[in-house]
């Protein structure tokens, strides 16, 4: 729509209230490039998959405070120990205190790592799977998460895409009130018409930028809100 703003004016206006340019770029973070997002090993997809998981409705901070012991507890990811766990062994994880206690949330550890098997078995890594997926429909690879995963659905599978180094944006509170006000989409963030056009949004934002989608979405919540980190 005409009313949109364009980059620029969104860049200046983060730049206003962050100080300067410099100080700006400071708190921006890159994505890792395809080459070496593909080296990224599986077990760490599904680590940080779970520690979303985890971290989904509950304070971040206890959650890293026990990380060790998760490792520890899940025989540090490894996707062939996961997937033979049985059920029983599922039931006792989810009863020990070292961890956080939640069933339906220690269950999706093996179903993540099912997902994550079924595309090995096609030829090639998860990495490489995430990593080839083109950031014009990043959209699609939400969706791919939450249909085929457990758990995934909503931000916690962007911001664990965005932990592990795909380029992704984030519908933080921030970045959805401003698309909101801009209307590049209206109603809930959560249907695929909208999720379409916010991706189009953020295409077109690329071209006139130049800039990777992570940027582009940090750069929109310092530009406005209450500039939540992890946008």
């Not at 080459?35 to 990224?40: I, R, T």
Request: net charge neutral.
């Amino acid at each position: 729509m005409n009313n949109k703003e364009g980059f620029d004016q969104i860049y200046q206006r983060a730049c206003e209230r962050k100080g300067d340019e410099r100080q700006l770029a400071l708190l921006l973070s890159q994505p890792l490039d395809t080459a070496k997002l593909k080296f990224v090993g599986d077990d760490r997809f599904l680590a940080e998959m779970t520690k979303k998981v985890f971290q989904s409705g509950f304070v971040w901070r206890v959650v890293n405070n026990k990380w060790p012991e998760f490792e520890k507890a899940f025989f540090g990811f490894d996707i062939d120990k996961i997937l033979m766990m049985p059920d029983e062994m599922v039931e006792r994880k989810a009863q020990d205190p070292s961890i956080i206690r939640n069933y339906t949330k220690v269950k999706s550890i093996r179903d993540n790592a099912y997902m994550i098997h079924e595309v090995c078995i096609r030829g090639g890594s998860f990495a490489e799977f995430v990593a080839d997926w083109p950031a014009e429909d990043v959209v699609g690879l939400w969706d791919y998460l939450k249909k085929h995963g457990s758990r995934l659905g909503g931000n916690t599978g962007p911001y664990a895409l965005r932990a592990l180094g795909k380029d992704t944006f984030i519908l933080s509170r921030d970045v959805e009130r401003f698309l909101k006000s801009q209307d590049v989409f209206s109603g809930s963030s959560t249907s695929k018409r909208s999720r379409n056009q916010v991706q189009q949004f953020f295409n077109d934002m690329q071209q006139q930028s130049g800039r990777s989608l992570q940027e582009l979405s940090q750069i929109i919540a310092y530009s406005t809100g209450d500039n939540l980190v992890f946008s």
